[in-house]
């Protein structure tokens, strides 16, 4: 089983509507959770970090997090062309663990 | 302003010629990292650095070396490159709080080994 898993997708939304993207982890000890966004060719570039238990907020994102099911979410609402991407979940703390990351594709 | 650079952005060699990739961030950050990323595999940690002269293995450390003589700066080695080691190389640094590790990635190095 791999350490953090992300749905595969591609993912494929209208511009205006919510991109919803999840991630599981195995390590039930895991403290700190980020997602990152990646352009193609480009590093990833940090948008959301959360460590306690609920939902947070920022912009347009919000990300949630239960620790009891091992399960970190990212929902993008009024999505824009310029949120297509690869977006990856990470977790951990000094030794951070990624997903394979989902591409999401918003279309004009 | 703040950032973490990475040289050279996009390097080809052969095999078995010893190259060193730079990584300098200008943040004092404590912690330094060096990832890799292959399609399909996401990216993977090689080394990471707590602070000077503290180094450790990450999940991919075979044929890397790292070191930390100066806080600012997190050279990656490869002693003997082989093309298994092609790849897109990321450093990334953070102030190293365990509960607080937002890291930030260089721009990235582009290697390949024919």
């Known amino acids: 089983q791999k350490e953090v898993e992300q749905n595969s997708g591609p993912l494929s939304v209208p511009e205006g509507a919510i991109a919803s993207l999840n991630c599981t982890y195995s390590?039930?000890?895991?403290?700190?959770f980020f997602w990152y966004r990646q352009y193609s060719g480009k590093s990833p570039e940090l948008i959301m970090s959360i460590y306690s238990n609920g939902d947070k907020e920022d912009g347009r994102f919000t990300a949630q997090l239960n620790k009891a099911s091992q399960y970190v979410s990212l929902l993008i609402r009024d999505s824009q062309p310029s949120d297509s991407a690869t977006y990856l979940c990470?977790?951990?703390?000094?030794?951070?663990?990624f997903g394979a990351g989902t591409t999401v594709t918003v279309r004009a | 302003e703040a950032q973490v650079t990475q040289n050279p952005r996009y390097l080809i060699t052969v095999t078995g010629k010893k190259l060193t990739v730079t990584c300098s961030q200008n943040m004092n950050h404590e912690y330094m990292s060096w990832y890799r990323q292959d399609p399909g595999l996401g990216l993977r940690q090689i080394y990471y650095?707590?602070?000077?002269?503290?180094?450790d293995k990450g999940d991919v450390p075979e044929g890397y070396k790292v070191s930390r003589k100066e806080k600012r700066n997190f050279p990656l080695i490869l002693e003997s490159p082989s093309p298994n080691q092609t790849s897109l190389y990321f450093c990334?640094?953070?102030?190293?709080?365990?509960?607080?590790?937002?890291?930030?990635f260089g721009p990235g190095t582009r290697l390949t080994v024919l």
């Open positions: 390590d039930r000890g895991s403290q700190s």
């Open positions: 990470a977790v951990g703390s000094h030794k951070l663990s």
């Open positions: 990334a640094s953070s102030f190293g709080l365990a509960e607080r590790n937002e890291q930030f």
């Open positions: 650095s707590m602070n000077v002269e503290v180094t």
